[in-house]
């Protein structure tokens, strides 16, 4: 796949200038956020997702 990826984005950049890294962008980005999202839906179902930060500051700190 980047084989592929990487030679197409040299001939789509040829042919439509920057709208061609366009063409690789756009699904990428949306199956990443749809991974990300499907991923916390899953975690929200078997109840192992964390509610609260994950950071924790003592009180005599704040």
């Known amino acids: 796949m980047h084989i592929i990826t990487?030679?197409?984005?040299?001939?789509?950049?040829k042919?439509?200038?920057n709208w061609g890294i366009l063409f690789i962008l756009i699904p990428v980005s949306i199956s990443f956020t749809w991974g990300i999202l499907y991923c916390e839906k899953l975690d929200k179902v078997v109840e192992s997702y964390p509610q609260t930060s994950l950071v924790t500051v003592?009180?005599?700190?704040?």
């Open 6 to 13: 990487s030679f197409g984005l040299v001939f789509l950049v």
């Open 58 to 62: 003592p009180a005599d700190n704040l």
């Open 15 to 17: 042919y439509f200038d």
